[in-house]
């Protein structure tokens, strides 16, 4: 089977991002803040945004399941406060679990966290718990730089983020780290901060020692790792000037890359330089680039068609879209099991 790690909700219906409209006008005028009970949605609404999207690319593309989370860009952690960002993490992660429910055999779901600039990261951890044992997340999605841009939260090694760590490495799920909107006009949100992360969370785990204090805690860097795998010598080369172990041993029991990479010698070069081991399959689609491609006149990112293009054995594409991700995602793979996959 296929399974694609890393997909968002960017099609859920208008009156989800009317509802955060009015949020966040709340924040300056309080009296027209909105309620829960405000939004409504029925499920119909759900299947007539996931069918003819979602649903329908993973049945063109051969994609049996994806973990689903709620739009990247909507977390947008950087407006308001804790309670801002606690009440709309609430409701995008409700309608996550909605459509998993809708569509048990085709979307595992994956929380987003309430976080905010220059809060404990520990004030995350009800909805993180209220994700996975009640919706059955099996993932969540950590913004190194809830600032959106500005880069104001200490690094990932920091012991501030432990807490998180703590209840994750206790519910064996992976996180992906995953940043959101940019507020910076210096970089454009996914042409630019998105890649930003990828790369500089991987050099703050090499520059770090996260994995000894947390031997299990598992994170999937997106976007094919930034530019990590274009520089994987200097990144070798730091490894050894700041005295770590060759980046295999410090990182790579722990770190994964996913395959949103959308164009052939990109992909190539993913699989050429990171271990088969450590890669998983993800195509992101309906997400930074959804358009077709005038020189191959498939989309940019149906990137199953660059896997089997690539010189991979059978063995490692097997790995990559299916045995990886169950390793990495036990509570997926329990999920698959129960039934009968």
């Known amino acids: 089977m296929i399974i694609d790690c890393h997909g968002h909700y960017t099609t859920a219906p208008p009156a989800l991002a009317a509802w955060r409209d009015q949020q966040i006008a709340s924040l300056d005028d309080p009296g027209v803040a909105p309620s829960r009970a405000d939004l409504r949605i029925s499920d ?3 299947r007539e945004t996931v069918e003819p999207n979602q649903l329908r690319l ?7 399941l994806t973990i689903f989370s709620p739009r990247a860009s909507f977390m947008a952690h950087h407006v308001g406060g804790f309670e801002t960002s606690a009440e709309w993490a609430a409701i995008c992660n409700e309608l996550c679990h909605r459509v998993s429910t809708l569509y048990p055999e085709r979307f595992a779901p ?9 809060v404990d990261p520990a004030t995350c951890l009800p909805e993180l ?3 996975v044992e009640e919706y059955g997340a099996v993932a969540l999605n950590l913004n190194p730089d809830p600032s959106g841009g500005h880069w104001t939260a200490p690094p990932l090694t920091d012991r501030s983020w432990y807490p998180i760590y703590e209840k994750m490495v206790e519910y064996d799920i992976p996180a992906m ?7 910076n006009p210096a970089f454009h949100t996914t042409g630019a901060h998105y890649l930003n992360a ?3 969370a991987f050099m703050q785990l090499v520059q770090g020692d ?8 598992r994170l999937v860097i997106p976007h094919g790792g930034g530019a990590v795998p274009y ?3 200097r990144f070798r080369g730091l490894a050894m000037a700041l005295g770590k172990p060759e980046l295999e041993e410090h990182v790579l029991g722990n770190v994964f890359f996913d395959t949103c990479v959308y164009h052939q010698p990109g992909s190539d070069l993913l699989f050429d330089v990171i271990p088969a081991r450590n890669i998983l399959f993800a195509s992101e689609m309906i997400g930074a680039v959804r358009s077709v491609d005038p020189r191959t006149g498939h989309h940019f990112d149906d990137t199953r068609r660059y896997a089997e293009a690539a010189k991979l054995s059978e063995e490692d594409w097997t790995a990559i879209r299916e045995h990886n991700a169950r390793t990495v995602y036990p509570r997926m793979d329990a999920l698959l099991k129960g039934q009968g996959r």
């Not at 994956?110 to 220059?118: I, K, V, W």
């Not at 780290?177 to 507020?183: G, L």
């Not at 996260?210 to 805690?217: G, M, N, V, Y």
């Open 129 to 131: 718990t209220r994700c």
């Open 231 to 233: 520089h994987w010598g």
């Open 44 to 46: 119909d609404e759900l």
């Open 177 to 183: 780290v995953h940043v959101s909107t940019s507020v």
């Open 210 to 217: 996260l994995f000894t204090d947390f031997p299990t805690l």
């Open 58 to 64: 993973m049945d063109e593309r051969g994609i049996d």
């Open 198 to 200: 990828d790369t500089t």
């Open 110 to 118: 994956a929380a987003m966290l309430p976080q905010s600039p220059g």
